[in-house]
């Protein structure tokens, strides 16, 4: 291989290997909301804050906060919502509206909003 390919090979190689374990991190995460799903406990939460990123490709953000049963104070959690674009014809919550919420009692902050996690698995 002439060396002056050298740089090209190793950006091609490390924009691949970039692309793969942003996937494997992508699908980790929406598994773990799934999970959250199933298993976590219910609650009423109220949105506080919605951020869009301009950035094309990134996840919205939605902030909100929730009463955990035995724990004093609210609990703050942030959903990033990993639907497709094809899932998103359900709209987003306003901020100040009661959304229903799933935690985990063993971990509260790992919590979502429970209308927004995809149903579907890949």
Not at 100 to 111: D, K
Request: proline share 5%.
């Amino acid at each position: 291989m002439p060396a002056e390919f050298i740089p090209i090979f190793a950006f091609i190689s490390g924009a691949m290997v970039a692309a793969v374990l942003s996937s494997l991190t992508v699908s980790r995460a929406a598994r773990e909301q799934q999970h959250i799903l199933k298993r976590g406990q219910e609650a009423h939460g109220r949105v506080l804050h919605i951020w869009r990123p301009k950035l094309y490709g990134a996840f919205t953000r939605i902030y909100f906060e929730f009463e955990a049963h035995g724990l004093n104070g609210a609990v703050r959690g942030c959903h990033v919502d990993r639907r497709t674009a094809g899932e998103l014809s359900a709209s987003l919550p306003a901020v100040g509206t009661t959304v229903a919420v799933r935690y985990l009692p063993e971990s509260p902050r790992r919590a979502v909003i429970a209308r927004l996690v995809s149903r579907f698995t890949d």
